[in-house]
């Protein structure tokens, strides 16, 4: 009777590696992900340059986390990665999905302030329209604080670039700055200044009342002759 040969172990699959994806001002970013460490080959692909891990120096790994540190400069926009592992013999191998990594150098639209009413009596509501793009911030400075849009309730967003701002603080007659700052999701920062946005006049002072005239005042001016 003929022997069977014994089946041969199933071969293991390589976890899929990943991509760690970001919006950043700076054109050669650290490019961070993960990979399976029983794998023989690493390989990130960055547009259509490949790093192989032990062959690129740009490109380390410790303890299943890999690093990519380009040489040169990245171009504006989005630049895709794809991460590809191998076994030793090159039968199995696992990919990661195109990450985009966005280059993104251009600052957000100015803020901009609109004039108080002339009427208006403080405390009133300051109102202005800001670059409202996804993942941009703002922030306005004025009397020594520091109000966050989404944090402080004195400052509001329409959802549509108008803002409004309402501080509660109680001012002395002078002028006070404001500060505008709007940040996008790639650390990009627009400030807008304006030295003299709310201006205060001193108090007038309380007129004085005419003395009362008292029943001899009366009777003196009476007995005047004319």
Not at 34 to 59: F, H, Q, R, W
Not at 195 to 222: G, M, R, S
Request: hydrophobic content about 40%; charged content about 20%; proline content about 10%.
């Amino acid at each position: 009777v003929a022997e069977t040969a014994p089946a041969k172990p199933a071969a293991q699959l390589l976890a899929v590696p990943t991509v760690v994806s970001i919006s950043t001002n700076n054109t050669q970013p650290e490019i961070k992900g993960t990979y399976p460490v029983d794998a023989a080959k690493l390989t990130v692909e960055l547009g259509i340059t490949a790093y192989v891990l032990g062959k690129a120096p740009e490109l380390t790994a410790d303890k299943g986390n890999w690093t990519l540190k380009p040489a040169a400069a990245l171009p504006e926009g989005t630049n895709n990665v794809v991460v590809k592992v191998e076994n030793a013999d090159g039968t199995i191998s696992s990919e990661s999905i195109p990450t985009p990594i966005i280059i993104d150098t251009k600052p957000p639209e100015k803020p901009a302030m609109s004039k108080a009413p002339t009427d208006a009596v403080w405390p009133y509501a300051i109102t202005g329209t800001w670059d409202e793009a996804p993942g941009n911030s703002l922030a306005i400075d004025m009397n020594k604080k520091t109000y966050a849009l989404g944090k402080d309730k004195e400052l509001i967003s329409d959802g549509h670039v108008a803002f409004t701002f309402v501080p509660a603080d109680k001012l002395e007659p002078g002028s006070y700055y404001l500060s505008m700052t709007v940040t996008d999701a790639a650390g990009n920062v627009t400030k807008l200044v304006e030295k003299d946005a709310v201006v205060l006049a001193p108090h007038e002072p309380a007129a004085t009342p005419a003395p009362a005239l008292t029943a001899q005042a009366i009777t003196n001016v009476q007995s005047k002759p004319a």
